[in-house]
Structures are given as structure tokens and as C-alpha cells.
T-cell receptor, first 111, second 113 residues
Framework: NAGVTQTPKFQVLKTGQSMTLQCAQD?????MSWYRQDPGMGLRLIHY???????DQGEVPNGYNVSRSTTEDFPLRLLSAAPSQTSVYFC??????????FGPGTRLTVL | DQQVKQNSPSLSVQEGRISILNCDYT??????FLWYKKYPAEGPTFLIS?????DKNEDGRFTVFLNKSAKHLSLHIVPSQPGDSAVYFC????????????FGQGTTLQVKP
């Protein structure tokens, strides 16, 4: 198993550009989540999904969209990037809340 | 409003001694708590968890204690090893909200040889 994979590892965007951060898992987990990590803030939940076709907002959803068309994939879309979205983004998956498995992260810089 | 707080940004201990990392929470609906460990440039990895029906859970060198009345949990690492040097996050969930973990700010542990 590859576990949770994220692409790209690094990305630089200009303000106003859009992009999609990819996340895939091969563990047949129902639950998937997106977090961002900022210095001194820990990990904050952006959006999460409890199964294909079902998504919900986390603590900091503004500026981000998600969809879950398959069990395996959970992409995160930035519609119009802003410097405040400079962060490290982590995707995670789990069978339930007991143990979330995290991907390696995507480091995003918005200029 | 920070629902999960780790008030110590850093902790330094000598190899072989005990490391105690603390975490406080405010939401009384939380009933499941986890500790994650994170190395630089990697994703967090699960370490140990505890349900609110218990007050202690042990896994090798790692023990988590939960004090529900004080809304406080702690992670004990005995004995500490240099490879334990990492950032430790505590997280909490209300199990009706599966997939929704709330994390603390993290504590950087340095274990000196």
C-alpha cells in the first residue's frame, strides 16, 4: 500500500491563480480530511468527507472547495489564491476517527 | 476559540529521563483523544489514543493519562530517546463527528543525548 499520497510536494502561485491539490489513498478508507499547518497554530481542519459524495466544512473552509466523487480521491481546490493561504497542507484518511493516516504534505507559497 | 491547547511550545529533556507533554481542552463533547508525532517535512504519524471511558492507556514507552474533570490529558514518554525529538500534537474529537479532529498547537520535544 502506498497509504496517503499528495501531489505536488511544492507549489508557488501568484495571487488570484487557481489550483488543485491532489490527495489519494489506497486503504479503502471512508473518511478523508484536509488540514493546513501554520506556525504556532497547529493543524486546522479545512474540509472533510465521510464518504463518496459527502463533504462538510471544518474550522477554516473559506477560499477552498472540495468534492469526493470516489472513495480514493479527495482533491482540494483553491479558487483564487491569496497570500494568507501560504501554508503546508496535509491530507488524511481513516476508517473512522480512531486513527487518521496523513500524507507527506504540500508546501504552498502564494506571492 | 482554541478548543485544544498545548501551552508549552517546547520541552527539553535528557536522554533516559521522563518527558511529559500536556494538553488541555475546553469542549466537553470531546470523547476521544489522540497524540501525533511529526518530524520535519513529513506528515504527522499516530502515536497513541485514549477514549473518555478510560483514564490511562499504555503502549510501550508511551502512556497517555486523561483527567476528564480537569479536561486535561498528558503524554508520558519513559525513557526518552533522542529519536523521540519531534513535534507532538494532541487532538480531540467528538465521535459523532468522525473525520473531524481538532488539534492543539503542538509541543516541540528535544531529547538531548
Amino acid at each position: 500500500n502506498a497509504g496517503v499520497t499528495q501531489t505536488p510536494k511544492f507549489q508557488v502561485l501568484k495571487t488570484g491563480q487557481s489550483m488543485t491539490l491532489q490527495c489519494a489513498q489506497d486503504m479503502n478508507h471512508e473518511y478523508m480530511s484536509w488540514y493546513r499547518q501554520d506556525p504556532g497554530m497547529g493543524l486546522r481542519l479545512i474540509h472533510y468527507s465521510v464518504g463518496a459524495g459527502i463533504t462538510d466544512q471544518g474550522e477554516v473552509p473559506n477560499g477552498y472547495n472540495v468534492s469526493r466523487s470516489t472513495t480514493e480521491d479527495f482533491p482540494l481546490r483553491l479558487l483564487s489564491a491569496a497570500p494568507s493561504q501560504t501554508s503546508v497542507y496535509f491530507c488524511a484518511s481513516s476508517r473512522d476517527t480512531d486513527t487518521q493516516y496523513f500524507g507527506p504534505g504540500t508546501r504552498l507559497t502564494v506571492l | 476559540d482554541q478548543q485544544v491547547k498545548q501551552n508549552s511550545p517546547s520541552l527539553s529533556v535528557q536522554e533516559g529521563r521522563i518527558s511529559i507533554l500536556n494538553c488541555d481542552y475546553t469542549n466537553s463533547m470531546f470523547d476521544y483523544f489522540l497524540w501525533y508525532k511529526k518530524y520535519p517535512a513529513e506528515g504527522p504519524t499516530f502515536l497513541i489514543s485514549i477514549s473518555s471511558i478510560k483514564d490511562k492507556n499504555e503502549d510501550g514507552r508511551f502512556t497517555v493519562f486523561l483527567n476528564k474533570s480537569a479536561k486535561h490529558l498528558s503524554l508520558h514518554i519513559v525513557p526518552s530517546q533522542p529519536g523521540d525529538s519531534a513535534v507532538y500534537f494532541c487532538a480531540a474529537s467528538a465521535r459523532g463527528n468522525t473525520g473531524k479532529l481538532i488539534f492543539g498547537q503542538g509541543t516541540t520535544l528535544q531529547v538531548k543525548p
